[in-house]
């Protein structure tokens, strides 16, 4: 007796008799309908409260004790956001439908809205403001670095009398043979004549008027400060780059206030590294004294054949035509290093960097942006803009059995009086 009585509270039953109304606390376990119901047969989750061993209930008004309100039956749950008791966790499963898992966010299709940030925009701006400034730090680098290795002379002496608004660039091609070897003598067929003349000379004015490129005949009769009369390039052979200037400045009524000079071997580089130029000839040429031999129409030139064809005066007017075909030539060689062909090919853009200082003399207050001004002058004259010409001339002549060139007196001073009022030039002032 004593032993059923002992299994008997084991169960649960302390031998009176059940009272109507009364949960029987042995009935049929009910079923779990979620992750967080709790079983009071569980022996986790202990007895639940109001019932024998288990918590107080609370007070009316209140939320049921350690976080627990009856669902159905003797079924309980957790309330959203309270935890277990240590000894009370139910089994690990995924969180009801519409709340996030324990610290983090909703899964997407929780039933939840999302929280992300909205995307952020590409900063389009700022990234275009930090190309530019690369791309201006290169320009200036590169600029730096053309500027470093150009070749100076001292041709500007500086307090020119003359005075004139605009900007006006003296360019010189020299026939110096210094800086070529035997073998380039023959192959360009310069000859080995000693010292330097002038067989380019050229007068380039821009302003507010648009450019102006005018060429000086190397043969012209002038006044030579200290040397009389004589021809032009010889004043570069008795004084070089400054007496050169101050018979240009003296003849025209004009203030120089840039200097270019390029050699025959600077001449050949610089073409060879723009991958030659274009032109087109009017007629055959075949000159030996020049290494020339071209056929008419339109062609590319490469730096060798360039030398001759601006150096030759095989055609009915000599030098005349000769300044015609060095203008014609200049403005398509800065047409060419100007191109996109040139300027986004990188094996040609080094090769003109090492070639032009080099082959270039300027004053030595001249700097590369001055450079830069002077190409984008010529650039203009290439495009059809401005105006090309040579000064008027009244006619030929010899002196002392050699040939030489006047100016028209008149004209020239109407054309080069233009110039210094920075002002288009009249069509009858046009050589």
């Known amino acids: ?23 029987d606390r042995r009935g049929p376990p009910a079923r779990r309908t979620g992750p967080t119901a709790i079983l009071p047969t569980d022996p986790r989750a202990g007895p639940p ?28 749950e957790l309330y959203p956001g309270q935890g277990y008791p240590d000894d009370r966790r139910p089994a690990q499963g995924p969180p009801p439908r519409g709340y996030p898992p324990p610290g983090g966010r909703p899964p997407p299709g929780s039933g939840r809205p999302p929280t992300n940030r909205p995307a952020r925009r590409p900063r389009w701006g700022r990234r275009l403001k930090v190309a530019l400034i690369l791309l201006l730090v290169a320009v200036v680098g590169f600029g730096v670095y053309v500027d ?13 009398e003359q005075t004139s608004e605009g900007t006006n660039w003296l360019i010189v091609g020299s026939d110096s043979r210094a800086d070529l070897t035997e073998q380039q003598e023959q192959k360009l067929a ?16 821009h302003g507010s008027s648009g450019a102006v490129l005018v060429s000086l005949p190397r043969d012209s009769l002038l006044s030579i400060p200290g040397h ?16 050169l200037v101050r018979t240009v400045e003296q003849a025209t009524g004009l203030e120089i206030d840039h200097f270019a000079e390029i050699g025959f071997g600077g001449f050949v580089e610089v073409v060879d590294a723009v991958g030659g130029v274009d032109v087109c ?8 004294l020049a290494g020339l031999r071209v056929k008419a129409g339109c062609q590319e030139l490469d730096g060798q054949t360039a030398l001759g064809y601006v150096r030759t005066r095989a055609t009915p007017r000599a030098d005349l035509d000769r300044v015609e075909r060095q203008r014609q030539f200049l403005s398509a060689l800065m047409k060419r290093a100007s191109s996109p062909t040139t300027a986004l090919n990188p094996f040609r853009v080094v090769a003109l960097v090492e070639a032009l200082p080099g082959a270039l003399k300027v004053d030595s207050g001249d700097h590369a942006w001055h450079l830069l001004g002077l190409a984008v002058a010529m650039k203009s004259l290439s495009g059809g803009g401005g105006v090309t010409t040579t000064v008027p001339i009244s006619g030929l002549d010899s002196v002392n059995g050699s040939s030489v060139v006047r100016w028209d007196s008149t004209r020239a001073k109407a054309l080069f009086g233009a110039l210094a009022r920075d002002e288009t030039p009249p069509k009858s002032s046009l050589g």
């Open 1 to 23: 007796m004593a032993g059923m009585n002992r299994d008997r509270a084991r169960n649960g039953w302390n031998g009176r008799p059940r009272q109507a109304g009364r949960p």
């Open 49 to 76: 409260p109001g019932t024998r061993g288990g918590p107080p209930p609370a007070p009316e008004g209140y939320p049921p004790r350690d976080g627990y309100r009856p669902i159905s039956g003797d079924r309980t």
């Open 148 to 160: 470093t290795k150009l070749t100076r002379v001292s041709a500007l002496k500086g307090g020119a």
């Open 190 to 205: 310069t000859g080995n004549a000693a010292g330097q003349r002038t067989d380019t000379i050229m007068l380039l004015h």
């Open 228 to 243: 009389g009369r004589n021809k032009l390039n010889a004043a570069f052979a008795f004084g070089g780059e400054q007496l």
């Open 281 to 288: 000839i009017p007629e055959a040429i075949r000159d030996p």
